[in-house]
């Protein structure tokens, strides 16, 4: 929040300032539908829609309420799941997300949305698409947005949609298991990033998601960075294991991420309805 300018004074004292803040309450709506329509799935929020999340949990009575109420259970709010867990689960939320509201999940630079459409439908539409314009939609000008509650192009709010990352990271950073969850990231976001390329004539807003991911250099893929939430490793007596926080031991943590979503249970879907409505009563 405090990279975003969240946190700066006055930084939403005007109501036309408050878009981000409106926006990231009806995306933790959306979120709480998924989890309501996919109780055993494991789904991981962006930036904005984990702070909408934290602070319904501040009134607890509310959440707790709330949630049994639509979702059936107590969401657990993880934070103690492997970064390549959570990455899986961020994909699998990103998809479940594109299909269910027709929109992109994350639109901050990040790996782009794998392919929703049948291949039937894709044929279709390049077949539909011949002679027409060679355009591939890399510009967020003429996007059409039929969600503007759950997304929207203007890059200054890109980075609230960035996945929130995970914030008790064990183990050395340095090592072959981060090493090798780093690079099998990387190569998943470029195959990525070249499919999305393929298929940005008929999906603009995989334009836009290449766009980002191909001009902000000073953007890091989410779940790329090994250092991002780990505790600082200090190898020590041969022992090379994670060794949990108050126990004596070698690791410190040095930094603050984001959070992962346990959804295991049963429940009723919510409907599209509430996703941009008053769903959590107390919140």
């Known amino acids: 929040m405090v ?141 059409p947005n039929p ?12 980075d609230a949609t960035h996945p929130s990352e995970h914030n008790q990271q064990f183990g050395d950073p340095n090592g072959n298991r981060a090493l090798q969850s780093t690079w099998t990231r990387e190569k998943q976001c470029a195959k990525c990033v070249a499919t999305a390329k393929k298929s940005a004539g008929r999906d603009p807003w995989k334009g836009l998601q290449v766009e980002r991911n191909e001009t902000r250099e000073r953007h890091k893929e989410a779940f790329t960075d090994p250092y991002y939430g780990s505790g600082a490793y200090y190898p020590y007596w041969g022992v090379s294991v994670a060794i949990p926080f108050g126990f004596y031991g070698g690791f410190a943590n040095r930094s603050v991420g984001g959070c992962g979503a346990g959804c295991g249970s049963s429940g009723k879907g919510v409907g599209p309805a509430a996703c941009g409505g008053a769903m959590c009563g107390g919140f």
């Open 147 to 158: 969600r503007p509650d759950l997304v929207t192009t203007e890059l200054d709010e890109a």
């Open 3 to 143: 990279e975003l300018g969240w946190t700066q004074p006055g930084r939403f004292d005007l109501v036309s300032e408050t878009a981000p803040l409106v926006r990231s309450i009806a995306r933790y709506h959306a979120f709480l539908d998924l989890m309501a329509t996919a109780p055993t799935s494991f789904f991981v929020p962006t930036l904005d829609i984990d702070l909408a999340w934290h602070t319904h949990q501040l009134k607890s009575y509310h959440y707790r309420d709330d949630t049994l109420q639509y979702l059936g259970r107590f969401p657990n709010h993880d934070d103690s799941v492997a970064s390549p867990l959570l990455s899986a689960g961020y994909d699998l939320t990103a998809k479940a997300w594109k299909s269910r509201f027709g929109v992109p999940y994350s639109v901050c630079g990040c790996i782009p949305d794998t392919d929703t459409e049948s291949r039937l439908s894709r044929f279709t539409s390049k077949i539909t698409s011949i002679g027409g314009s060679s355009k591939k939609g890399s510009s967020s000008e003429g996007i």
